[in-house]
Each structure stands twice: as structure tokens, then as C-alpha cells.
């Protein structure tokens, strides 16, 4: 590694790519050594599926969806974006349509930082790095649905594709004469999805502002009753240092809503081509994505008006099972079952004896149910978080590994990044994209699979970039009629 | 010579059939038509004739195939004899069960822990350690289309039941491996949910900023368990439809702690650019101001015994990130200096900014209700929500009539309230709905080994004496 | 090794429970729950940086701990909330905390719910169970009560 001198009289002076990774990653040989250990049958099964799913070798092997063809259509939100992400990891062609001054997520950066965003090598425009990340092989296209000639264009798709996917306030497409009910007619076998925060339709439907603003994430963690359940009590921290309802820091109801709409168009699909022969209209908010995934709460309140209360990084349905402070971080360590409780306990009190003793003796402590009233919450953690103080994250992990115990470390992401597990199986990859250069991203889960796994073809994408390409693909229009439409600001 | 004039007729006064009323009715109308909830139970199911295998335990593989279920597929959840489901023992603070597990323990309830992991689910039990339980799981293979199971990687394979083995029995099949981390060194590693977001990075980006005293706090619910579940249910679909073109199954593996990197949004690139590790931002927002949570003075109901009416309803979302929005907001909270200094979007976004921004914000809030801030806020034309709790949402009027909170009459427990279930996917066509919560352990065994699989009842007698079922 | 998170209060035993978020970063009086001492203790990012130091009797104190037990008289508990030995712990899912499995026979809108134990039993061979909870005849006192509550006008849609 070469050596370089920078001086840093400004805060932009550091903002230099960082090596990837810093040390490299595993090898196959001593992962081996790590199968070994449970066995021969281990050793050769987990061999065999590397040889199998293995992540390099995705890009030899077919795609899922090959065929279906998405417009996405939504702006601002992540929801739509991650849901036709999905969609176009595993195989689907997917275009996204923005307006003529392109998706306002585009221009979206960490505290305004312009410096934290990427200027492509073609038109050098800014993008920020929230739609870059979530812009996976996608096609960019502009179109002004606003002008009705822009809406003939849009039309005249309608045939030509499966599925459209959109997130306009409540009955905008309709009265623009793209909603359901008019592009069912051009083309029945038509999936459309709305995506949103709280439906379109109810007393509490989206809305915009005075002003037109839309109603962005986190609505769908506030009306679900997600945020008033996370945080920590003020009895441990003060109301403005963390004792209050907490918000997610990802837009985790836009993801949620995402792959849900993803699952239902999917399912959509299959009805389509196996029983109906035709599309049909899907309706999936934020807010209601994740009260589905709120574990038992609105239930429990229907059970026992218990209103589910904020525990902060401890759960209050299982005992261990939270992260609590140690010497470098936070530790994670979980163990709900006897089994797991009694090797914790032998565990630390290699290090601290009076762990044990506390633990163990005490008749509160012995049933499993029992352990998870909260006067048993408050001790255990006590006395886990007594142990932890003195030691470092990777030492934590390692005496609890020898245990069998599903323990980590809370990671940063730089942390992420580096993790020998993560490295090794590429959770986190550079991708050599031809418009924005190298880039860090993180790749899809879907990606380990014997026959179709998902992948990632680029990332990001100039502004209208595909417009001649995919203008004169589907719709025959060439590069000097192209031109004109841009004059007269349809496209 | 006169013509006689004919009245107009207008187009929507003319009667038609009911599609032609589709049409004209008015937006609102029309959806409440095509997604009404009465209606659920009329329409057809998507996944009708898919039969899939749950070998699940806790939430994160059960709930991939609680999606199936959801939409129509028959489900066979399988789990160890007379104990079930880890999950099941799960309850808040210990206190809230339905009861019965199964007659050998009558005093242990499921935790409503387990809820909405295994809805319209068919509950039969297995010992898979067991050399009969090959056998059985080979005939429940021929039958079905496809099994999620999340045991230690070589566990399946040891007990003759792994990809490789199904593979030769059922060409088709579709195999599910959901686990914490998946092949690589840290593949026999056990996973939960917390650890998903402690150590993929999500709940590095959660809570407030060090620098206020804050830590990072976990979601509430196991919100990596449910979303890496969902998204295993995009494969596998994905991986049905293929199927259909080529008839060949396939495996999926699949790790839950990627799902919580994959949440984090730009922070991967922005630390493989430019070296920023993205740090927690409490209940702001690092990209739109104003656009985020702040304290009231007041809470809405000051005299309710129940402390989390009492004391924490007081936090409103106020959204405000436009131009517009943001001088309208200025004016109304009385700081249209505020306006003067941060006319730009930028300029707002600036951490200092921010904190002047919310901190006049919760100054003007301090000496007001909750409701009274939503509605100074909504009043004058801006996006303003109440933080809503659990209590909240069931009497949502929104949520009751677009089915969201539904009663219904579980078939074994009685009367149970269902959570989002029907409108997480509202499809006109084939609406996902629940039938029942989950059932005790070994409800079907004779449905399934006696009806399904044909064995004679004195065979499943016999099973069930030695301890196999 | 000095025990921080816990002060074991040797004049009676009492184990006082100091939980890690509270008291990571923090500085004042800490009274036993078990008896009247004080101790002073300084805390920062989880070290004793100074304490715990045993106050003088009668001296004012800051905070009570949220839970104690006493290892040496069987564990007797000072659960939170207890007047003058522990501070209550507010953050609670509702006004009555039970740590135990609630009995529940009816949901918040009147009708039956199978929430207590024993049940008694009612699968057949292998655990079958059909798809009906028979009312009538496995709780009977439950419907009764229901026929009176649905005669009272108490059962509601929601």
C-alpha cells in the first residue's frame, strides 16, 4: 500500500475513498478449518454450498424474473425504490420514470453536504447518495405526466409493460387519467401498485400540505405506534438525551412497505399467469406494513389494555436478550432458553464469580417465563453490564462464542465493513459503475441461491439517461423527435 | 320548420351496469369498493395450491411462509413434540398468554409473543432425530412445493433431509435456509433479531447522538427477524415463478444480518467514499429539515392511570422541509427570524441550524398539548401528526374501516384482535387475509399424517407413544 | 476487582442494583434500599471514578436504586416502587404491573378469550384439535358470564 501525505486544513481535506477492505478476507481454506470443527458431514456440506450459492458465481446463472417489465413511477420515497430494487436484483427490467428536473430524492444529501454526493462522468450532475444506493438496475427515464401529451406517452407503455408502480397522493393519477381504472382498460393484465404512508383512501388518508408538500417517512413509524414503543424509559435516560419515543434511524416503514408490495405484486403475478389472466389494482401503506411486523402490541392492548412501553435496548418478552454498555461499545448477548441462561452464567463467572452466584441462586431466576418480569430484567442486565465494563467487544464475543452463544458486537458501519464474516461473504461489495466510478454498497440478500440469485448490475443513474434508448425501444421514437419533445418540456 | 330539441343527457346520469359505476364514481369511492374488507373472504386466494413446509422456530423463517400463508398457500408448520416453538414462550414482562399449549401442560400458555409469525398455519409436531422421521419428511416433500427451515447449517443434511438429499426426491422443490449468517466463518454463529441490528449497523444509526447523552436503542420489535422474513418470501415467489417456466426447484440461503446493513441506507457508501462513519441523529432528520419529533409540554391526558397515556403522549411529527412549509411554520410558532436566517434548505440542514430550529420548536410547544399542537400546525396548512401508542391505533376510525384492526373469532382462542394481517396487501383481486392466530401443538397431526400422508391411525398411535410426534 | 453497578451494602446485606443506562455517566447519593445508608458515587462511562464512599447517617440522598435483593435472607426482593426503599419505575405498559401471566377471560370488548390456565383438556389423539373452542363445555362459568354480559348490553362491536 503506497503511502500518502495529505494536509488537512479543512474538513473536506479528508474525504478521500477509503481502501477496501483493509485486510483481506478469509480464505476458503481456513473457513474450512471453521466447518471442520463441527464434523466431517459439516465440513463437507457448507464446502458444497459455497461450490453451490457461492456469491462470485452469480452472474453465471439465469435471473428469476427475466421478462417481467416494471415502470416505476413514485418519487421522493424509498418504498418504491426499494420495492422495485427487489424487482430488479432478481432479474426484472425495470424503469423508473422521473420528472423532467428528475426524482426530488436525487438531491438529498446527509445535512445538506454537497461534498458527501456524486457527480456522474457524462452529464457532471450531483446525486445524492441515498438514490444512488437504492438505484440498482434501473433504467432512468424522464417524462412530465403533468403535460397531457406526456401522458399519451405514458399510455402508450401501458401495453408493453407488467407491472406499474406508483406513490402520488391519493387520486392524483386518476384525475389525470393514468390511475387504475383507466390503464386496466388499455392493458387487463396490468399489476398496479400504490405505495404510501397511510392509504388512499379513510379519514386519515396521505395528504399534502398547503403548499403541496408530500408526507414523507417517519409518518408510517408515527402512526403505527412504532415510535411511541422505542426509545429508552426516562427512567434511564432524561427526556432530550434519549427517554423519549425514538424514531428509526433508516426509513425502515418505506423498507417494509417495499418489500411487502414487492411480495404482493409478486403474488399478483403468479395469480396472473397461473389461474386469472389478469392484472390487479394493490394498495400498501407504510403504516400498516409495519403495525403487521409491531410483533403483539395493538393485540395486547386488545387483550389487556397494556400499552406497549418503551424498554430501550433491552426486550421486555425474553431474558437475555438486549445490548448493554462494555469497555469499547455495546455488547449483544442473547439467550432465552435454560440452556443458553445457565452457559451465560458459566460464561462470565469465569471472569466474575459473583455473577453466578447472584444469578443462579436466586429462586426468582430459576423458570424461564419468570425471567422476564422486569425486576428480573434489571438484575440480570446489571450484572451482565458488571462483567462487561472490563472488556473489549472482540474479547466478549470470543469467551461467548466458546459457549455457543449468539453474542456481537454492535458494529459502526466502518465496523461493518471490516467484519472477517461480512468480508468473506461480500455483504458489502465495490461496484465499478460506468457513470459514478467505484462504489461501496451493500449487496442483496438475495444473492445466495443455488439457481436465479439476485445481483446487482449498476448502481445510480444519470438523469434520463436511458430516454433515447428506451424512447425508441418501446414507443419507435427517434433522436430528432426526442429532441423536440424536450423542447416543448414533455420528456 | 322547427327542429325539436332533445334534452341533453349527461353521461353520468345514465344508469349502467356496475362496471360503468366503477368508473364514474368518485376515487375514494372506488377504492373503498374494490378493497372493502367485508369483502375479503368473497374473493379468491393467490396462492391457492401451493403447499409449503414451515421447520421454523422463533419469527424470522416463520414469517417468510406466514406471508405464503397470508396469501393463500396451505401451510404445515412442523415442531418438536409436546413443547413447541421456542417462541411460544415468550410473553411482555411475563404476563399475557392464550391458553392451551398442549394437554400434557396445562398450566403453560403461547406468549402473545408468537403472534403473527404462523397465521393459517397447520400445526403438527416431529422429532427429527428420530430414524422414522426421514421417511415421513420424504412423503411431506413429494407433496409439497417447497420447506423453510433455519437449523445449523449440516443439521438437515446429518438427519438425511439437507438440499442435497431433497433435491434427488423432489426435483422441484424449492429449500429455504434463513439463519443469522450464513456460509463463511461465522456460519454455525446463532442469531436473533437484536443481534441482526446491533451488528449489521442499524442500531448504530438509531437512537440520539452520543453527544446528547444518548445511546443507540434498539426497535421496538424484532424488526430484523420481520423484514428479512419478508424479503425471503420476494425470493421465494421469485423463485416459484421461475419454476413455472423451467420446473426446477432451488435453494435460497439466506442471512438476516445483511438485511440490516441493506437497511442502512447511504451509509455504506458514504463511508467507502469519503471516510464518514454516519452516526445517530435522535429524532431528526439528517436529510430534510424540518422533518422530525419534538416534545410538547403537555401530554393529552393528564389524569389516565395508565402512565403511557399520562405521561408520554405528548410528541407530535411535524414536517415542514419546503420552503413554504418552513416560513409558514416560522410565522406560526412566532420566529419568523428563524425564516430571515434559514431561507435555504441547506442552510436549515446544518446541525447547528437544526437545533436552533427544533429547539424553538419544542419552546413554543412547551407550554401546550399535544392535540392543541397538531391542530395550530394542521390549522394553518402543514403536516402535523400525533405520536400515536398502541391504545391510539385501535381506535383509529382510519384503521377500523380499512380493516387494518381487525376482531376476529379465532377458531381455539376466542376473541383476538389481528394487526395490520389483511391490509398489508390490499389486492383487489385476491385480498391477503387470516383465518386463525396460530393453534396449539399437534392440532393437526392427524389432519396431516392421517388425512394428507395416509397413516393409519394406529401408526400415528404409536408415534405419538414413542415420542416421534 | 471493585464492583461497580452493584453496591453491596454490608451493614445488611442488601445487593442495590444500579442499572447500566442510568448510571453511566453519574454523580451524586445513592441510598441503600435494604437500610439508611448513603453511599457516594461517581461514575464516567461505567468506572468508579470515585466510591462508593459511605456517607455519614442522615444525610440526604439523591436516588434510590430501582431494584435490590438480599442474597443472604433468600433473595428477598425490593421490587421498584417500593416507598422509601426503591424508585418506581414509571415507564410501565400500564397502572398495575404483575410480572405474571395475566388471567384474562374476556377481551377488552366483552367477549371470551382463552387467557388463563388450566384449560382442561380438549385435543384428542396426538394433540388433534378441531377448529372450535366448545364454550359451553370446557368453560361454563365463562358462559354464563357472557350470557349476563350480553343481556347487560356490556358486549360491544369494538
Not at chain 2, 394 to 401: I, K, N, P, T, V
Not at chain 2, 431 to 450: F, K, L, M, Q, S
Not at chain 3, 32 to 39: E, I, M
Not at chain 3, 101 to 116: E, M
Given at each position: 500500500m503506497t503511502k500518502e501525505e495529505i494536509e488537512i486544513k479543512d474538513p473536506k481535506d479528508?474525504?478521500?475513498?477509503?481502501?477496501?477492505?483493509?485486510?483481506?478476507?478469509?480464505?476458503?481454506?481456513?473457513?474450512?478449518?471453521?466447518?471442520r470443527k463441527r464434523g466431517p458431514e459439516a465440513l463437507d456440506y457448507v464446502v458444497w454450498l459455497e461450490e453451490i450459492l457461492g456469491y462470485e458465481k452469480r452472474f453465471t446463472k439465469p435471473e428469476a424474473l427475466t421478462g417481467i417489465r416494471v415502470l416505476d413511477v413514485g418519487i421522493w420515497r424509498l418504498s418504491n425504490a426499494f420495492c422495485s430494487s427487489l424487482l430488479a436484483e432478481l432479474g426484472a427490467?425495470?424503469?423508473?420514470?422521473?420528472?423532467?428536473?428528475?426524482?426530488?430524492?436525487?438531491?438529498?444529501?446527509?445535512?445538506?453536504?454537497?461534498?458527501?454526493?456524486?457527480?456522474?462522468?457524462?452529464?457532471?450532475?450531483?446525486?445524492?447518495?441515498?438514490?444512488?444506493?437504492?438505484?440498482?438496475?434501473?433504467?432512468?427515464?424522464?417524462?412530465?405526466?403533468?403535460?397531457?401529451?406526456?401522458?399519451?406517452?405514458?399510455?402508450?407503455?401501458?401495453?408493453?409493460?407488467?407491472?406499474?408502480?406508483?406513490?402520488?397522493?391519493?387520486g392524483y393519477f386518476d384525475q389525470l387519467g393514468i390511475g387504475y381504472r383507466q390503464l386496466s382498460k388499455i392493458n387487463p393484465r396490468l399489476i398496479y401498485c400504490w405505495i404510501g404512508i397511510l392509504g388512499q383512501w379513510g379519514p386519515m388518508k396521505d395528504r399534502v400540505s398547503k403548499f403541496g408538500q408530500w408526507m414523507l417517512e417517519p409518518f408510517g413509524q408515527v402512526a403505527?405506534?412504532?415510535?411511541?414503543?422505542?426509545?429508552?424509559?426516562?427512567?434511564?435516560?432524561?427526556?432530550?438525551?434519549?427517554?423519549?419515543?425514538?424514531?428509526?434511524?433508516?426509513?425502515?416503514?418505506?423498507?417494509?412497505?417495499?418489500?411487502?408490495?414487492?411480495?404482493?405484486?409478486?403474488?399478483?403475478?403468479?395469480?396472473?399467469?397461473?389461474?386469472?389472466?389478469?392484472?390487479?389494482?394493490?394498495?400498501?401503506?407504510?403504516?400498516?406494513?409495519?403495525?403487521?411486523?409491531?410483533?403483539?402490541?395493538?393485540?395486547?392492548?386488545?387483550?389487556?389494555?397494556?400499552?406497549?412501553?418503551?424498554?430501550?435496548?433491552?426486550?421486555?418478552?425474553?431474558?437475555?436478550?438486549?445490548?448493554?454498555?462494555?469497555?469499547?461499545?455495546?455488547?449483544m448477548i442473547g439467550g432465552q432458553s435454560d440452556r443458553l441462561w445457565?452457559?451465560?452464567?458459566?460464561?462470565?463467572?469465569?471472569?466474575?464469580?459473583?455473577?453466578?452466584?447472584?444469578?443462579?441462586?436466586?429462586?426468582?431466576?430459576?423458570?424461564?417465563?419468570?425471567?422476564?418480569?422486569?425486576?428480573?430484567?434489571?438484575?440480570?442486565?446489571?450484572?451482565?453490564?458488571?462483567?462487561?465494563?472490563?472488556?473489549?467487544?472482540?474479547?466478549?464475543?470470543?469467551?461467548?462464542?466458546?459457549?455457543?452463544?449468539?453474542?456481537?458486537?454492535?458494529?459502526?458501519?466502518?465496523?461493518?465493513a471490516e467484519y472477517y464474516h461480512f468480508k468473506y461473504r461480500k455483504y458489502i461489495d465495490i461496484i465499478e459503475d460506468e457513470y459514478y466510478g467505484p462504489i461501496l454498497y451493500c449487496t442483496p440478500p438475495l444473492a445466495y441461491q443455488h439457481r436465479t440469485p439476485a445481483r446487482v448490475k449498476w448502481l445510480g443513474r444519470p438523469l434520463g439517461i436511458d430516454n433515447e434508448h428506451i424512447y425508441s425501444k418501446y414507443l419507435g421514437i427517434g433522436p430528432t423527435q426526442l429532441r423536440e419533445l424536450k423542447e416543448k418540456g414533455i420528456i | 320548420m322547427r327542429e325539436k330539441v332533445k334534452p341533453e343527457i349527461k353521461f353520468e346520469d345514465i344508469p349502467g351496469p356496475e362496471e360503468l359505476e366503477l368508473e364514474k364514481m368518485p376515487f375514494e369511492e372506488y377504492c373503498r369498493k374494490i378493497f372493502d374488507p367485508k369483502k375479503t373472504f368473497e374473493k379468491p386466494e393467490a396462492l391457492k395450491g401451493i403447499r409449503w413446509l414451515s421447520c421454523t422456530m422463533y419469527i424470522f423463517t416463520p414469517h417468510s411462509v406466514s406471508n405464503l400463508a397470508e396469501l393463500g398457500a396451505e401451510c404445515i408448520k412442523i415442531e418438536m413434540p409436546r413443547v413447541g416453538d421456542p417462541m411460544r414462550h415468550t410473553s411482555p414482562f411475563n404476563e399475557a398468554?392464550?391458553?392451551?399449549?398442549?394437554?400434557?401442560?396445562?398450566?403453560?400458555?403461547?406468549?402473545?409473543?408468537?403472534?403473527?409469525?404462523?397465521?393459517?398455519?397447520?400445526?403438527?409436531?416431529?422429532?427429527?432425530?428420530?430414524?422414522?422421521?426421514?421417511?415421513?419428511?420424504?412423503?411431506?416433500?413429494?407433496?409439497?412445493?417447497?420447506?423453510?427451515?433455519?437449523?445449523?447449517?449440516?443439521?438437515?443434511?446429518?438427519?438425511?433431509?439437507?438440499?442435497?438429499?431433497?433435491?434427488?426426491?423432489?426435483?422441484?422443490?424449492?429449500?429455504?435456509?434463513?439463519?443469522?449468517?450464513?456460509?463463511?466463518?461465522?456460519v454455525f454463529g446463532g442469531s436473533y433479531d437484536i443481534l441482526g441490528q446491533a451488528q449489521g449497523g442499524l442500531a448504530s444509526i438509531t437512537g440520539f447522538h452520543e453527544d446528547f447523552g444518548g445511546h443507540p436503542v434498539k426497535h421496538t420489535n424484532w424488526v430484523i427477524d420481520w423484514y428479512s422474513g419478508t424479503m425471503i418470501t420476494v425470493g421465494i415467489l421469485a423463485a416459484l415463478y421461475w419454476r413455472r417456466k423451467t420446473g426446477l426447484g432451488t435453494m435460497i440461503e439466506f442471512s438476516q444480518v445483511h438485511c440490516s446493513t441493506r437497511a442502512c441506507g447511504y451509509g455504506i457508501p458514504l463511508y467507502g467514499r469519503f471516510g464518514i462513519v454516519r452516526q445517530r441523529w435522535g429524532n431528526w432528520?439528517?436529510?430534510?429539515?424540518?422533518?422530525?419529533?419534538?416534545?410538547?409540554?403537555?401530554?393529552?391526558?393528564?389524569?389516565?392511570?395508565?402512565?403511557?397515556?399520562?405521561?408520554?403522549?405528548?410528541?407530535?411529527?411535524?414536517?415542514?422541509?419546503?420552503?413554504?412549509?418552513?416560513?409558514?411554520?416560522?410565522?406560526?410558532?412566532?420566529?419568523?427570524?428563524?425564516?430571515?436566517?434559514?431561507?435555504?434548505?441547506?442552510?436549515?440542514?446544518?446541525?447547528?441550524?437544526?437545533?436552533?430550529?427544533?429547539?424553538?420548536?419544542?419552546?413554543?410547544?412547551?407550554?401546550?398539548?399535544?392535540?392543541?399542537?397538531v391542530e395550530i400546525l394542521t390549522n394553518a396548512g402543514l403536516l402535523a401528526m400525533p405520536v400515536?401508542?398502541?391504545?391510539?391505533?385501535?381506535?383509529?376510525?382510519?384503521?377500523?374501516?380499512?380493516?387494518?384492526?381487525?376482531?376476529?373469532?379465532?377458531?381455539?382462542?376466542?376473541?383476538?384482535?389481528?394487526?395490520?394481517?389483511?391490509?398489508?396487501?390490499?389486492?383487489?383481486?385476491?385480498?391477503?387475509?387470516?383465518?386463525?392466530?396460530?393453534?396449539?401443538?399437534?392440532?393437526?397431526?392427524?389432519?396431516?399424517?392421517?388425512?394428507?400422508?395416509?397413516?393409519?391411525?394406529?401408526?400415528?398411535?404409536?408415534?405419538?407413544?414413542?415420542?416421534?410426534? | 476487582m471493585t464492583l461497580t453497578e452493584i453496591i453491596w451494602c454490608k451493614y445488611c446485606n442488601t445487593v442495590n442494583?444500579?442499572?447500566?443506562?442510568?448510571?453511566?455517566?453519574?454523580?451524586?447519593?445513592?441510598?441503600?434500599?435494604?437500610?439508611?445508608?448513603?453511599?457516594?458515587?461517581?461514575?464516567?462511562?461505567?468506572?468508579?471514578?470515585?466510591?462508593?464512599?459511605?456517607?455519614?447517617?442522615?444525610?440526604?440522598?439523591?436516588?434510590?436504586?430501582?431494584?435490590?435483593?438480599?442474597?443472604?435472607?433468600?433473595?428477598?426482593?425490593?421490587?421498584?416502587?417500593?416507598?422509601?426503599?426503591?424508585?418506581?419505575?414509571?415507564?410501565?405498559?400500564?397502572?398495575?404491573?404483575?410480572?405474571?401471566?395475566?388471567?384474562?377471560?374476556?377481551?377488552?370488548?366483552?367477549?371470551?378469550?382463552?387467557?388463563?390456565?388450566?384449560?382442561?383438556?380438549?385435543?384428542?389423539?396426538?394433540?388433534s384439535q378441531g377448529f372450535k373452542w366448545d364454550i359451553e363445555k370446557l368453560a361454563p362459568d365463562v358462559w354464563k358470564e357472557y350470557q349476563v354480559k350480553l343481556r347487560k348490553g356490556e358486549v360491544r362491536e369494538w
Open positions: 479528508v474525504l478521500r475513498p477509503r481502501p477496501w477492505p483493509v485486510t483481506p478476507p478469509a480464505t476458503l481454506e481456513e473457513a474450512k478449518e471453521i466447518y427490467e425495470v424503469i423508473k420514470i422521473e420528472p423532467p428536473t428528475g426524482d426530488p430524492l436525487r438531491y438529498l444529501t446527509p445535512f445538506g453536504r454537497e461534498e458527501y454526493m456524486l457527480r456522474d462522468n457524462v452529464k457532471g450532475e450531483l446525486c445524492g447518495l441515498e438514490f444512488i444506493h437504492e438505484m440498482r438496475n434501473k433504467y432512468s427515464v424522464t417524462l412530465n405526466l403533468e403535460h397531457p401529451e406526456g401522458r399519451e406517452l405514458f399510455k402508450k407503455l401501458i401495453p408493453q409493460v407488467d407491472i406499474v408502480i406508483e406513490n402520488y397522493p391519493p403505527c405506534s412504532f415510535v411511541h414503543n422505542t426509545g429508552y424509559p426516562p427512567d434511564f435516560l432524561p427526556r432530550g438525551s434519549g427517554g423519549d419515543p425514538t424514531r428509526s434511524g433508516a426509513y425502515i416503514a418505506d423498507l417494509v412497505a417495499g418489500e411487502q408490495a414487492a411480495v404482493n405484486i409478486l403474488a399478483a403475478l403468479w395469480y396472473r399467469d397461473e389461474v386469472s389472466g389478469k392484472g390487479q389494482f394493490i394498495e400498501v401503506t407504510a403504516a400498516e406494513a409495519l403495525m403487521e411486523i409491531l410483533d403483539f402490541d395493538i393485540s395486547w392492548y386488545a387483550f389487556n389494555r397494556s400499552i406497549k412501553a418503551r424498554t430501550g435496548s433491552w426486550d421486555p418478552n425474553l431474558n437475555q436478550y438486549a445490548w448493554n454498555p462494555c469497555k469499547d461499545g455495546y455488547m445457565y452457559r451465560i452464567g458459566m460464561c462470565i463467572s469465569r471472569d466474575f464469580p459473583q455473577f453466578e452466584r447472584l444469578i443462579s441462586e436466586d429462586p426468582l431466576l430459576k423458570e424461564m417465563a419468570a425471567r422476564n418480569a422486569l425486576e428480573a430484567l434489571i438484575k440480570t442486565y446489571t450484572l451482565t453490564t458488571m462483567w462487561l465494563r472490563n472488556i473489549t467487544r472482540d474479547q466478549a464475543e470470543e469467551k461467548l462464542m466458546e459457549y455457543e452463544i449468539a453474542a456481537g458486537p454492535l458494529q459502526y458501519l466502518d465496523e461493518v | 398468554y392464550l391458553y392451551p399449549l398442549h394437554d400434557t401442560r396445562p398450566l403453560t400458555g403461547t406468549g402473545l409473543g408468537f403472534m403473527n409469525a404462523n397465521l393459517n398455519e397447520y400445526f403438527i409436531t416431529l422429532d427429527y432425530h428420530r430414524p422414522e422421521a426421514r421417511e415421513i419428511v420424504y412423503n411431506l416433500v413429494r407433496m409439497s412445493d417447497g420447506l423453510t427451515e433455519c437449523y445449523r447449517p449440516g443439521t438437515f443434511y446429518r438427519w438425511g433431509i439437507g438440499y442435497k438429499q431433497l433435491m434427488e426426491i423432489n426435483p422441484r422443490f424449492i429449500y429455504v435456509w434463513g439463519g443469522g449468517f450464513g456460509y463463511g466463518p461465522k432528520d439528517t436529510q430534510l429539515c424540518v422533518h422530525g419529533i419534538i416534545r410538547t409540554g403537555k401530554s393529552d391526558y393528564p389524569d389516565d392511570p395508565n402512565p403511557q397515556l399520562r405521561e408520554e403522549a405528548r410528541y407530535v411529527m411535524v414536517s415542514a422541509f419546503q420552503d413554504q412549509d418552513f416560513r409558514e411554520l416560522c410565522y406560526v410558532i412566532g420566529r419568523p427570524d428563524l425564516w430571515e436566517k434559514y431561507k435555504t434548505h441547506k442552510e436549515r440542514l446544518k446541525p447547528e441550524a437544526q437545533m436552533e430550529i427544533y429547539g424553538a420548536l419544542e419552546q413554543w410547544a412547551a407550554d401546550k398539548t399535544r392535540s392543541e399542537v400515536m401508542n398502541d391504545k391510539e391505533v385501535y381506535e383509529c376510525q382510519h384503521f377500523r374501516e380499512r380493516g387494518t384492526i381487525r376482531w376476529i373469532e379465532d377458531p381455539i382462542f376466542g376473541d383476538v384482535l389481528v394487526q395490520g394481517g389483511f391490509s398489508v396487501g390490499m389486492l383487489s383481486e385476491t385480498p391477503r387475509r387470516v383465518r386463525w392466530v396460530w393453534r396449539p401443538v399437534g392440532a393437526d397431526n392427524i389432519r396431516v399424517y392421517h388425512e394428507l400422508l395416509g397413516y393409519p391411525i394406529s401408526k400415528i398411535k404409536e408415534w405419538y407413544e414413542k415420542g416421534i410426534i | 442494583y444500579l442499572d447500566p443506562y442510568t448510571f453511566w455517566n453519574w454523580k451524586g447519593k445513592v441510598k441503600c434500599a435494604g437500610c439508611d445508608r448513603v453511599y457516594y458515587v461517581h461514575i464516567i462511562q461505567g468506572f468508579y471514578y470515585e466510591g462508593p464512599k459511605e456517607m455519614p447517617p442522615g444525610e440526604p440522598y439523591d436516588i434510590m436504586p430501582l431494584y435490590a435483593d438480599k442474597p443472604l435472607d433468600g433473595y428477598e426482593r425490593f421490587r421498584p416502587g417500593t416507598p422509601g426503599k426503591t424508585r418506581p419505575y414509571t415507564c410501565l405498559p400500564r397502572e398495575i404491573y404483575l410480572g405474571k401471566a395475566d388471567v384474562v377471560k374476556f377481551s377488552i370488548r366483552g367477549r371470551p378469550v382463552r387467557g388463563w390456565a388450566p384449560q382442561p383438556p380438549s385435543s384428542g389423539l396426538a394433540g
